[in-house]
């Protein structure tokens, strides 16, 4: 690892079918927007041969970043696959979104891989989210590996952000995050920045040198050679700190040279099983030129001390009903168990599936069956299907190239699954199992829309359904209380997305409006109602008088109604319709429109008559004794009020606090959390948290994150209730 050129390099147009999942690596890049990953993916590419010297596929396009919202938001919005050969092994290149808006696509990746690169800007260091899906990784024992980039870059510092790696990624041991290389300087420009014109591989003592465009070996110097032995020494101690023999680090310290092969070997099994993270750096090739700084070694990295599909423990699996099943890890001749990762709309080819396969083998215009289950809570109803699927391909770019077939442990794209969304799985239709979905993060920030015009209406609901097939971190709420279409989302740019995929990729053009949450009534004090409903003129009369009594409940008591006539004032047949009149205007609200609840309404008394008095006579007298005792009342207006717990970094816990006491929260505790964080748990008026899931990641520098529930209603404020009613004058 660190020595060799690449003697296989994948031709450009061709899509290789792995055989067996030894000669696979799925590799996710990761890292905060702007680090540089994109660009990193296609310098990989160009230096395995995929793409030309422009760094261009086929068609012009880019590897990366190919789709028009990408382009008019100039970032990543999706998670992109880029296959290429190296050495014989396939690699795919899972690209991912920086912006914490696209956190579902970043977790799709990591669900289809087997390893992380961690890619981080020697200029800009280690942001607060990039540490915590570091975590995350370490959780579930994911290999990584770190990839330092804009070296160009004047304020770029190789050492410094190795050292920073060390503090935010190496926990205890800061000596499990080392270099591999060390950057080899030019000759300083005039304004004393000098770039980075190769490497020293620190075990061979090798120097690698990219000024020319090519990669070429050469011997250090002695003054090259004085650089390298203090970090040569520790990295050795590190990587012999993890080598399963236990008495090499004995004969290290005792003076025995240990052999490179010794060396490199148990290095490449700490990387594989996830106890030692390798730095290593990376600088896109100049224009014209054949390969970029690094791309070589870390290539080299990635197919030797990553680790294959094979190493990768099987999915948890049940059958559909939920009886369990043993499945063999990554057996292309075992039962058929794939997921789909990633779901996308063509316009020419129409629904396109990303799919990890993780046992048997898929093939084309087979049968599968399709199971979705556990995520209604997102509008992705439960189903088991029998698809046939269409061609397997390769993506690049905009290109799908042919494949013959799929192996466990192998990526492909799949046309014509009509019915599978995101996180779906595929299965054999005679034999249809589920994989246990991964877990997405709650969208927590809503969007309310409405169609733009009559020909919009006719095509929202599909547009919305096919959106959120696409996207399980999107879920779709049809608000019966507010009778708003509700699209929750993780932030503004995940919101701005979706409403341009509604236009652009479904033809469907929205407007969005306020946001309502769902406010309640109810009484402040008893009160005393009389409804009278009689007409005598033309036809058949109308006769109904009752009168009621009206108290409020304890919270959460809903409407309770109780019958205290004597004598027979209202026939006992004309009492459930008193009920029936007096909970349909409840729910239509006594003042401002809203529901009323948590009230007592007794039935005391009444007149009927013998001829004229009927069923709907006795609902409209109810109702009119209901809005009676309500003008002679005090009506609070209730709003719902919401737990929230906010996880963040011990230095903006008070910033936070003070956040949420600006929104009418009351801090009800706060409790240590691993890793320097702390969980504070809060109520606040919903109507004061419509933008936190945007507010909170400005005042946290987005190193917290936050769930909320609902808890209950409450009074809202006077001046509250009286600012909403300027606004909205309905209310």
Not at 95 to 118: I, K, Q, S
Not at 312 to 333: I, S, Y
């Amino acid at each position: 690892m660190g020595d060799k050129a690449n003697t296989h390099p994948g031709a450009a147009g061709r899509a290789t079918a792995a055989d067996h999942p030894a000669s696979v690596r799925n590799v996710v890049l990761v890292g905060h927007s702007g680090s540089g990953k994109t660009t990193l993916v296609e310098a990989l590419a160009l230096t395995a041969g995929a793409v030309n010297r422009a760094g261009r596929v086929e068609d012009g396009g880019t590897v990366s970043d190919y789709d028009e919202i990408e382009h008019r938001q100039q970032r990543s919005v999706q998670l992109s696959l880029a296959p290429v050969d190296w050495d014989g092994l396939k690699i795919n290149l899972l690209d991912t979104p920086g912006y914490a808006d696209f956190v579902g696509e970043l977790r799709a990746g990591l669900r289809a891989a087997d390893a992380a690169l961690f890619v981080v800007s020697a200029s800009d260091g280690v942001d607060g989210s990039t540490r915590m899906l570091w975590e995350e990784c370490a959780a579930v024992g994911m290999p990584r590996a770190i990839v330092v980039t804009h070296l160009e870059s004047a304020r770029s510092d190789f050492e410094g952000m190795t050292a920073i790696c060390a503090e935010a990624f190496g926990g205890d041991d800061p000596d499990a995050v080392l270099p591999l290389y060390l950057p080899l300087h030019g000759a300083a420009a005039p304004d004393g920045h000098a770039p980075v014109t190769g490497l020293i591989g620190l075990l061979t003592r090798q120097l690698f040198d990219y000024a020319s465009g090519e990669r070429k070996e050469a011997e250090p110097g002695p003054e090259q050679e004085q650089l390298i032995e203090t970090a040569r020494n520790r990295l050795i101690e590190g990587i012999i700190a993890e080598s399963e023999d236990e008495t090499l680090m004995d004969r290290y310290l005792g003076g025995e040279e240990i052999d490179l092969k010794t060396l490199v070997q148990d290095l490449e099994r700490a990387v594989a099983r996830g106890s030692f993270f390798p730095v290593l750096a990376a600088a896109p090739a100049a224009e014209g030129a054949r390969q970029g700084l690094g791309t070589v070694e870390l290539l080299e990295l990635i197919a030797g001390g990553f680790p294959t599909p094979l190493e990768r423990p099987a999915p948890t699996v049940t059958t559909p009903d939920g009886a369990p099943r043993e499945v063999k890890t990554c057996d292309p001749e075992g039962p058929l168990v794939a997921e789909v990762v990633k779901t996308a709309s063509d316009p020419y080819v129409g629904r396109v599936s990303l799919v990890r396969v993780f046992s048997g083998t898929l093939r084309p215009d087979a049968t599968v069956h399709v199971s979705g289950h556990g995520l209604t809570d997102r509008g992705h109803e439960d189903h088991d299907v029998d698809e046939r699927i269409g061609a397997l391909s390769a993506p690049f770019g905009k290109q799908q190239r042919p494949l013959t077939h799929c192996i466990a442990g192998d990526l492909a794209s799949v046309a014509k699954l009509n019915r599978a969304e995101t996180g779906d799985t595929l299965s054999a239709k005679d034999d249809p199992l589920l994989m246990e979905p991964w877990q997405m993060p709650d969208p927590l920030l809503p969007l309310a829309i409405e169609a733009h015009s009559k020909a919009d209406e006719d095509k929202l609901s599909q547009g919305l359904g096919r959106l959120v097939a696409e996207d399980p971190t999107m879920r779709l709420e049809q608000n019966q209380n507010t009778h708003q279409v509700v699209l929750w989302c993780l932030g503004e740019a995940h919101a701005d997305v979706a409403l341009e995929r509604l236009r652009s990729r479904y033809g469907v053009q929205v407007d969005v409006v306020p946001h309502k949450v769902s406010l309640r009534e109810t009484f402040a004090g008893p009160a005393t109602g009389r409804g009278r409903h009689v007409k005598q003129s033309g036809g058949h009369g109308q006769f109904a008088i009752c009168e009621i009594e009206v108290e409020p409940l304890p919270n959460g008591s809903g409407i309770e109604f109780v019958d205290k006539v004597v004598g027979g004032a209202v026939p006992r047949q004309f009492i459930p319709s008193v009920e029936k009149g007096v909970r349909a205007q409840a729910a239509k609200g006594v003042v401002a429109g809203y529901p009323l609840i948590d009230v007592r309404v007794t039935l005391t008394d009444g007149k009927a008559h013998s001829v004229d008095s009927s069923d709907a006579a006795f609902q409209t007298a109810g109702a009119l004794a209901l809005r009676e005792a309500a003008r002679e009342a005090t009506i609070h207006l209730l709003e719902p009020v919401a737990e929230v717990t906010v996880l963040v970094g011990d230095d903006y816990v008070g910033p936070v606090m003070s956040d949420l006491s600006g929104r009418r929260g009351r801090v009800v505790g706060t409790e240590q959390a691993p890793g320097g964080r702390t969980l504070v748990r809060a109520e606040v008026p919903e109507i004061e948290i419509g933008r936190y899931a945007v507010d909170l990641r400005s005042v946290s520098h987005g190193t917290a994150r936050f769930d909320r529930r609902y808890a209950r209603h409450e009074p809202m404020p006077q001046h509250i209730a009286d600012r909403l009613h300027e606004q909205d004058p309905g209310t």
